[in-house]
Each structure stands twice: as C-alpha cells, then as structure tokens.
C-alpha cells in the first residue's frame, strides 16, 4: 500500500504531490530511502523542488534523503541550477529555495521578479516577501541596478520592493502602454475595429495583461454590436474573450448572457430552436424580442417535442424493465445422476440375503 501512494503522487507529478510523499520516506525507520533516491533518478529536476523543501522537514529521514537528492542535481548551487530548469519548474523551484530561507538564492530570485512570464515573476516577489529585511541589501543592490539611484537609508524593504516592481512593471509594459492607450482612446470615441486591432497587438505582447478590465470591456463592447448586427459567431468569440481576460468582472454574468443567446441565434439558424435561453433571461429586451418573432405554437411544439421525448425514453425503459423480469430464467432443481448414491438399494436387493426379523418384543411394565 504505501508504494502504491508512493508511486501514484509520483505520477501525479505536481508539487503538492510531491510534498505529500515525505509521508511514506518518513516510514519505517528509513525503509523507503532506497525507493526515494530511485524516484531522484527516474524524475530527475522534475523533484527538485520537493528535495529542496524537504530540508526543512521534521523527518531525520527526510532531510537525509533531500540532502542526497540536491547533490545529486546539483542544486547546491541556485544560479546554475535554474538554467536547466523550464518555465513550468522554475516556479516551484524559486518558492522552494525561499521556503528554506537559501540565503545564496537571493540574487537568483531578485532577477526574475520581471520576469515576462506571470507565474515566474509572482513567484519570485512571493519568494522575495518571505526574505523580508534579510533581503533589504539585496533590493537596495537591485534598485540602483534598475534606476541608476540608491534608495533613501529610511526605506525599508516592503517600501524598496514597490518601488522597485513599480519601475520593472512600467519598463516591462512600456511597448504595449501605447497600443493600449490608443485602443481605449478608440474604444471610447466608438472605432470599434481600431480598437480592436491595438487590443489584439497588446495581447499578442502581453497575453497575460493583469489590468485587463478595460481590454475586456472593449472586446464586449464590440460583441455587442456584432450582435446587433447579426454576427453570431463573432459575437460569442468576443464576448468569450472577454469572460477570459475579465472572469470576476462586474458584468461578467451579462457577458455569459450574450454568449448564451448569440449561441441560441446560431442553433436558430440551423432549424433548432432553444425557446429556453430567451425565457431565462426576461429582462433582456433583444431576447424579448427574439422569443416574441417566434411563434406561440413553435414554442409550444418545442416544448411539448420535449416533453415527447423525455415520456418516450421513461416509457422505454418500463418496457425493457418489464421484458427482464419476465424473460428472467427459472430455476429448476436437477439433481445430478453422479450424485445419486444406489448401493445401499443394491445391498438390500442382493439374492441370497436373508431377511431379517425386526418384529419388536413385548415389554411389560411392571406392576
């Protein structure tokens, strides 16, 4: 059973799988070491991460183990190590030196805090928190790198770290700054397809655009007139767009109503009619008026089509129901003729057998 576990959170390959592995390391007094280096060999820095964390353990077990495994990577030595890492390791493995508190490591992480990749660059600044002020000259290093000035002694390191992703971020998105400023001043004045050629440029840049409220107000804003005009598809592409850079928006149930009923628009289109997108949304005035250009009886048929169905399938069912019980088999006793035992009848028939007297004597009570 725990190779079982073992091997499944191998396979399941994320770092919180990982981590739960220590478990079965920590069994049986070292029992599970040999495995675990096994595991260090077939993975390779695929568990570089969970070595590094593990140095912090409570297990003896365990930090044996992650002391063997980061020799054997190699991972001693943070500013060679993340080189040979892919963009889908490095995070954890920026979160793992932290983690331990690897003081040679702050100078690899202070270098990717403007990282173009998102999840590169938040785990960075998380990993850069957990250092606090032992990371203050650090920062102080990395600010004067970036602005060419040395920060005020008073600073400390939470007001060094603002002021240092505040100048990264504005460098980083200064390329895609006009072409979003020029989309939205578009937006605004009512040039939908201008607006629409500078957000699609912005998002071939930066396609993970944190401030994306306005990009997604933009595409929707376009959705909507498509869908007046009766481009269905096109609408539900750029309300779809929208929901994905903006999912928490204010209006984001809106978008899904668009999407909804430019979808509905199309299966109309192809004879299908879905009566029951333009009813669950009666304070739509375009559905209200699409359900009403729909005849009373079309609906009704829909419905009633509906119903149909569902009664035909139940009534099916029934049916076959009732067919298996009585098709069922019946059970009948057979009796093997191996089985049948007859020696004791061709005993008693044998010739030549005297017959026994079994006549009872009379006993009488005394008295």
Do not use: K
């Amino acid at each position: 059973e725990p190779l079982l576990l073992f091997r499944s959170l191998e396979h399941i390959g994320t770092h919180a799988a990982h981590t739960l592995a220590f478990r079965v390391i920590a069994l049986d007094e070292g029992l599970w070491l040999p495995e675990a280096r096994n595991w260090v060999r077939r993975r390779g820095a695929g568990v570089l991460a969970a070595a590094i964390t593990a140095r912090g353990h409570d297990d003896r077990y365990v930090r044996r183990w992650s002391r063997w495994a980061v020799e054997h990577l190699g991972a001693e030595d943070p500013g060679r190590v993340v080189q040979s890492l892919d963009e889908a390791q490095l995070p954890d493995v920026l979160r793992a030196y932290a983690s331990i508190r690897m003081q040679s490591a702050m100078r690899v992480i202070v270098s990717y805090v403007d990282s173009e990749r998102r999840s590169v660059r938040h785990a960075a600044r998380w990993a850069m928190e957990q250092y606090g002020g032992n990371a203050i000259w650090i920062l102080r290093t990395a600010h004067h790198n970036e602005t060419g000035e040395h920060a005020p002694r008073e600073w400390g390191w939470r007001r060094l770290t603002e002021q240092l992703y505040e100048h990264v971020d504005a460098r980083r998105l200064a390329p895609v700054r006009a072409a979003l400023d020029e989309g939205i001043a578009a937006r605004d004045a009512g040039d939908l397809e201008t607006m629409r050629a500078r957000f699609d440029a912005v998002l071939a840049r930066a396609p993970e655009l944190e401030a994306a409220d306005p990009v997604a107000e933009g595409y929707a804003q376009l959705g909507s007139a498509w869908l007046e005009e009766g481009r269905f598809a096109d609408a539900a592409w750029a309300h779809r767009r929208a929901l994905r850079l903006a999912p928490e928006h204010p209006r984001a149930s809106a978008w899904r109503g668009a999407v909804g009923r430019a979808q509905a628009e199309l299966d109309r289109a192809r004879g299908v009619l879905d009566a029951r997108h333009y009813e669950a949304h009666p304070t739509d005035e375009a559905a209200v008026a699409a359900l009403a250009s729909v005849p009373s009886t079309a609906r009704a048929t829909a419905r009633g089509t509906a119903r149909e169905r569902w009664g035909f399938a139940a009534a099916g069912i029934m049916v076959l129901l009732g067919l298996a019980l009585l098709w069922r088999p019946r059970r009948t006793e057979t009796v093997d003729p191996a089985l049948d035992d007859t020696t004791l009848d061709e005993t008693l028939e044998a010739p030549g057998l005297p017959e026994a007297d079994v006549t009872l004597a009379d006993q009488t009570l005394p008295g």
